[in-house]
């Protein structure tokens, strides 16, 4: 075959798999999002329709590859979890993560109409990605629960500092006011000065976006005028705590498909 | 800082650094184009509206990225390559792999109306990708030959097989008519019987493209009526061949950036 | 400094960190053994010296090395297992896997003195060496699992062999009598024929040998005549069934280092 | 199987190839040799024996290994060069590093006794390894340029260290006259005060030891009193200047080796 002489080329493409048995995290952020941000007018310090588009992007992603079990995003970044003994492409590092921030990428594109109707994209928009493992279900968690911290302590910080200077402070006096302050301090600010109660913000804002696939009472069809429901796997949206026990509690079957030592075997 | 308890996290993120020095190839391949194709009727063998797109798609990549010196599209397919001595992102793998990905599957739908005017796209279209390195110039030339020459057999392969079927063959006729053939029973079947002269299809077909930074003379503005011309660098996409020596020799900057013993020190 | 000009070339230096918070195993061995076993007239199937000298080789990585917490031994092989939480050289797999084999080689040439006195070694012995993570402590116990079941299955099979061999039989002979065949048959073998009862031969062929830090209770002086004696860490040596839960219940230190949630975080 | 319920856990070694195509460098380095060399008195600033045992252990490692093309050591380091070319172990970092460090540890104690007749080795040195890729010809020789580089700013050091110590002065006092001092400064040092001229010392101590194959005429019989001589591949130590063309030059074959057919090379 006329080819031969240059696949020896294909010998160059070394391996990236990641550890078996282990969580793996697709991490995709967003690229220079302040720009792209401040050219599309995105509402400060949350913009909703933003987020709720990001969130489009991860459903797809969650139609798409059904191992991928839990999403957590906030701000312009994103986190997909594979289910621990997942074998998709391999667990090929740069095939997951290509795959994945390139559907994202793909469908917010596709549906910034739905969420900006009138509003033009003004140029592409790119997301960068990274897989990292975790060995175990605590370790996992923790990591998620870093995301959930993170989220927290940044929106407070931004709520605060758009107020102020929304309400005619320079980014300098805005900051110097609230850098390095602790929590109770910018509570007191925000409701003194502006009259807002932080924990009665929206929960998207302060807990982020997890979405996950939830057993959920659907009616599937309609029969003699009588709806017939039948517990079907959903993908949901939902912005709550990930950090105490509960929620996992709650949804056992996102960490549960890898847990007994037998699955190990 | 309240997040510190969980930061350890960030440990489980190994480096993947790719090996200083040599040309790093990211390519991208369309992930069930088949099947997407199919879903948007495009034109059988070759649909130049969709590779036009492909190439729109690969330029946003080269005005973003400026360590990105070359650039070789076949089908649904795209191979980039980075400066040899580029150090953009740490030479990180996934970095390089996502940004491209990300921005080129980005564009493909922000452009896609430029090219199917009236078709509207049906789903997010997504591509995978890997960062592979080539540690000299005439290894790097081989893999480009690699996929030129690819382009070539399956394009001639697809013409034979599309004639046949549009005339009349059912595939499997076509498929046994046509496979294991030689390149000369080829173009003859293709002379003979659908009158076509393999040579005298459109280039773009037959070569791909080559997407390159090029000096070229461009008037920079206009001074009592006379135009003002500048060699700047321009992007450029041409369909030509990359195999024999002439391509190099017309373009010695494409890999001349980091040719000398010194620049390795 | 007049170095500097060349230094840029530690740039080519990647990490090659691995996965925190999983038990890494470094698996040492023998290269060409069959051939250094027939220099040196080792005793078939098993040569207890041998073993013993292996088991030296191991110990003084023990002593060198705190981090590592147990090791497996069989034939020309052994594993080691290093603290799941262990942080010696950051982890990096060349450093851990070389230090391991180096000390291990050189152990066993200076000590071969001891083991085979008045035969002298006829050449250099080596051995390679690779460095793997298991995730939790279930997996592990299933790597050393697959070892032990794998020193039972050889030294079956190889005891059958040399009997066979050493009362008569050709090579040829007496594999095409064992190939293939199940446990029961092989014990009935030799026992019918050569009056051998497998359970009864040597542990340590059976089972191969486990090294581990177990407490103690060591005379550490003796006052007015008297022993007094310390719970000590020592470092032992045994040959005993690891497969089932009866070992690890007994000595529960040994995965226990890194057991709990809190230390994770 | 028995053994195949056990089995999976092999899943959990990861490829760790190296790049095809580049100069594999696997340098190997004392561990904790200050002390080593303290407890066997090693003659300060340079042991020519010690110098001589790891030659030894370099030749070794060529006698078991031909892919190797190159060595170079210094002090208590070596590094060997594997051909561009090589698939030895199918180019495995571990693999390769792991042979080669415990070939070299082995060596090492084995040959002590000729190096150091009637002082007994004290305890197991050991040497940890790493292995790097160069992608060209140039940058390889950069690398040995570095090391050689090295080897000539320490000797000098040393040597004045040592002659100053060894002469009355404190570790203090000698480290404070020379710390940061240029090298015409420490050369008129040694002449002025020990009248030692530097470029007269043992060229094994100020270039350090080249380890490589030469064709060289060798006695192969006598017949009839007359010796028959034929050019034969040896494996020579030299102490000479690396870092120059001429000894390239001289010995062509060295980085030769990889120029075939291949438009690669």
Partial sequence: MANSKYEYVKSFELSDALLPHTWIVIRID????????????????????????????????????????????????????????????????????????SLF????????????????????????????????????????????????????????????????SSPTEAQSLIKGTLADFKNELLHSRFGINYNELPPIFRKGSLIFRRKEETVVKVEDGVPVKRLKSQVVVTHEDLIKDRFWKENPSILGTAGSKKSAS
């Fill in 30 to 101: 967003g690229k220079g999002f302040t720009r792209f941000s401040q050219a599309h007018g995105f509402t400060k310090p949350n913009d909703e329709q933003a987020l709720r588009l990001m969130n489009e992007g991860a459903r797809a992603v969650f139609e798409d590859l059904p191992d991928v079990c839990f999403g957590y995003g906030v701000s312009d970044e994103y986190s997909f979890v594979l289910k621990k003994n997942s074998k998709l492409y391999q667990r090929r590092a740069s095939k997951l993560v290509s795959i994945i921030v």
């Fill in 105 to 168: 990428s793909a469908t917010y594109v596709m549906k910034w109409g739905q969420y900006f109707p009138g509003k033009e994209i003004q140029y592409a928009p790119s997301f960068d990605g990274r897989a990292v493992c975790y060995p175990s279900d605590a370790i996992l968690r923790d990591y998620l629960s870093w995301r959930q911290v993170d989220c927290h302590i940044n929106n407070q910080y931004n709520t605060c500092y758009w107020n102020l200077v929304q309400s005619g």
